[in-house]
Every structure is written in C-alpha cells, then in structure tokens.
Nanobody
Framework: QVQLVESGGGLVQPGGSLRLSCAASGFTFSRYAMRWYRQAPGKEREVVATISSAGNTNYGDSVKGRFTISRDNAKNMVYLQMNSLRSEDTAVYYC???????WGQGTQVTVSI
C-alpha cells in the first residue's frame, strides 16, 4: 500500500525559503519517478516538479530557477527546496509516485508578510 507523508511546510515571508520532505513507503521507491504538486484555494492541482528514477528533473515554468527537487533512494525520501518564495506559491503541496497511485495529506505553505 502506497504511503506518502509530506512535511516541512509553514509560514514564510516573501523571499524566504522552505524545504519540503516526503517520506514514501509501500512500493519500490527507486523504480518510480516522483512528483511534487500544489493546489491553491480555488485552483486546480498543478505539477511543480518531477524527478525521474534516474535523477533527471523537470520544473513548472513558474518555479524554474527557484525550486529544486531531489531524492534519496536509500531513505525513500523526496525533497523540494523552495527559494525566493512568492505569495503566489501559497498552496498545499503534495508528493506523488508517478504511476504508483496514492496521495499524502499534503503540507501547507503560506507565503505572507
């Protein structure tokens, strides 16, 4: 059974940084691409960043150059380093194993003065 537990969210001022973590279990982590999504109030869920099983990365246009996705296959963890945060980054952030199904509870990121 796929389990994903996100953590690391919080309240941060514009221009600040946060590092999100996602602990994965219930599947062979190293074989799956991992993805971070986010969903802001009243908006559809959008893809933030993807990392393949080989470590190749892709980012949404709105976060390129500011966010970095990484993974640690030994720990079954995926991370999202978020720098230069903006108010429009405010959302609930979720991680997902591409093709494995399952969603965690998400972690709230609020960027505000």
């Amino acid at each position: 059974q796929v389990q994903l537990v996100e953590s690391g969210g919080g309240l941060v001022q514009p221009g600040g940084s946060l590092r999100l973590s996602c602990a994965a279990s219930g599947f062979t982590f190293s074989r799956y691409a991992m993805r971070w999504y986010r969903q802001a109030p009243g908006k559809e869920r959008e893809v933030v960043a993807t990392i393949s099983s080989a470590g190749n990365t892709n980012y949404g246009d709105s976060v390129k150059g500011r966010f970095t996705i990484s993974r640690d296959n030994a720990k079954n963890m995926v991370y999202l380093q978020m720098n230069s945060l903006r108010s429009e980054d405010t959302a609930v952030y979720y991680c997902n194993a591409v093709g494995a199904g399952g969603w965690g509870q998400g972690t709230q990121v609020t960027v505000s003065i």
